[in-house]
């Protein structure tokens, strides 16, 4: 049982990329997810969520209009597509997954997460 975040790399600045967050050994869809990111010497971060039915998302004001989370259910995986690229969203990024009692919530940052993936390291030449 287990989450995989992959699809990190090196951009450039105002480059795209897109993350994704798979599960192994059971069904995604009944779980909202959360992105995190951790940069060197800070904090983790949560950076964007999504319900278990993908009808809403949250994003963090430091990607809101350049990131979009998104899921697709029947391939057991949930997205992160990530354009302008900034240096300030290098980071390890790395997803969640709760399951909370409604499909349409939204988790925060605070949430017991019952399955978290190892990340995927994203870095953003200036």
């Known amino acids: 049982v287990q989450l995989q975040a992959s699809g990190g790399g090196l951009v450039q600045t105002g480059g795209s990329l897109r993350l994704s967050c798979a599960a192994s050994g059971f069904t995604l869809n009944i779980y909202a997810i959360g992105w995190f990111r951790q940069a060197p010497g800070k904090k983790r971060e949560g950076v964007s969520f999504i319900s278990s039915s993908g009808g809403n998302s949250y994003y963090a004001d430091s990607v809101k209009g350049r990131f979009t989370i998104s899921r697709d259910n029947t391939k057991n995986t949930v997205y992160l597509q990530m354009n302008n690229l900034k240096p300030e969203d290098t980071a390890v990024y790395s997803c969640?997954?709760?399951?909370?009692?409604?499909?349409?919530?939204?988790?925060?940052?605070?949430?017991?997460?019952?399955?978290w993936g190892q990340g995927t390291l994203v870095t953003v030449s200036s």
């Open positions: 969640a997954a709760v399951e909370l009692s409604t499909d349409y919530a939204t988790p925060g940052p605070g949430a017991e997460y019952e399955y």
